[in-house]
């Protein structure tokens, strides 16, 4: 059977979800994967995921960096497959994005989505919150992170 290139888009994590943080990736251009391996580590405003390749193949381009914030249906990953039931996805460009670059909040501190509402809600800016302690996956401000933020300046 030949191999082709599908384009992988991000997930589409339900109509709330408007877009997704990645946190890791755990693979690169030239690495052969399987079907259900974990290939990156996604975040939504609800939740921390991890994405799973969707065929066997070889990861041919990833147009996205760690710390971008990438609506759901963009271009993931270019993967070189031989599975016939993803067809549809077949890339009908050579071209790729230029890569989403990571988010720039205070301190080159990376907030995940749910943390910078939280932050938003109680009045605060985030890109001017210099001194919360980022303990989420990957040095992220994670929303326990502001709730304590925001306990600690109430005492």
């Known amino acids: 059977m030949a191999s082709f290139i599908i384009d992988v888009p991000v997930p589409s994590m339900g109509a709330t979800v408007s877009e997704l943080t990645v946190i890791s990736l755990k693979t690169q251009p030239g690495d052969r994967v399987t079907k ?5 580590e996604l975040e939504s405003d609800k ?63 990376i907030w995940t989505p749910r943390a910078t509402k939280l932050a938003q809600e109680a009045g605060l800016d985030p890109t001017k919150i210099t001194d919360i302690a980022a303990t989420g996956p990957g040095g992220r401000v994670s929303g326990d992170d502001v709730a304590t933020y925001l306990a600690a300046r109430k005492s």
């Open 36 to 40: 259900g391996q974990k290939i990156a």
């Open 47 to 109: 939740s921390v995921f991890e994405y799973e390749a969707p065929a066997d193949g070889t990861v041919v381009a990833i147009p996205v960096k760690a710390g971008a914030v990438l609506e759901p249906g963009a271009l993931f990953l270019r993967l070189e497959t031989e599975d016939a039931s993803l067809r549809h996805l077949e890339s009908k460009s050579g071209a790729l994005p230029a890569a989403a670059a990571p988010a720039k909040p205070a301190a080159a501190v």
